[in-house]
């Protein structure tokens, strides 16, 4: 008999279950530096349908959310030339926990513990379904990726660089 890996409830599930959001949880073994790239390699996903939460900050030090495909890194000047920014830089690891709540490797834009201005990289849009972070290392929820724009009022930017 097989069991279900049951996954807790954190702020991001919790946040979708009350916005009636459907999803399906992807729990996988958690690599320390392994991003994107490796929790796809385990799940069996594309790198550019797993999408990565990126706490950065603008030159005033105001926390941001750029939402990017796995396999690709954000142009911090494309950005910060389209968001009005003169620059755009990721915040350090514990600042990054501060800000969302979550721990690097573990953050969702779902449920953090301060309200950022979010972007995703358009072509993500275009996608039929993604996996995102649910708030937990290690913890990948399938979603429709409208539902970021929706709940997030996360706003279309093109800052994507090849890896």
Known sequence: MTKKTHVSETPATQLLRANGIAFTEHPYEYVEHGGAQHSAQVLGLDPFSVVKTLVMQDQDAKPLIV???GN?????????????????????????????????????????????????????????????????????VGIDP????????????????AE
């Open 67 to 69: 939402l990017m495909h």
């Open 72 to 140: 690709r890194t954000v142009s911090t000047k494309n950005l910060a030339r389209q968001i009005g920014a003169k620059s755009v830089e990721p915040c350090k690891p514990e600042v990054a926990n501060r800000h969302s709540g979550y721990l690097v490797g573990g953050t969702s834009p779902f449920g953090t513990r301060r309200a950022m201005p979010v972007y995703i990289e358009s072509t993500i849009l275009g996608l039929p379904r993604i996996a995102i972070n649910g708030g937990r290392r290690g913890y990948l």
């Open 146 to 161: 409208q539902v970021c724009v929706r709940l997030l009022d996360a706003k279309p930017v093109q800052c994507a660089l």
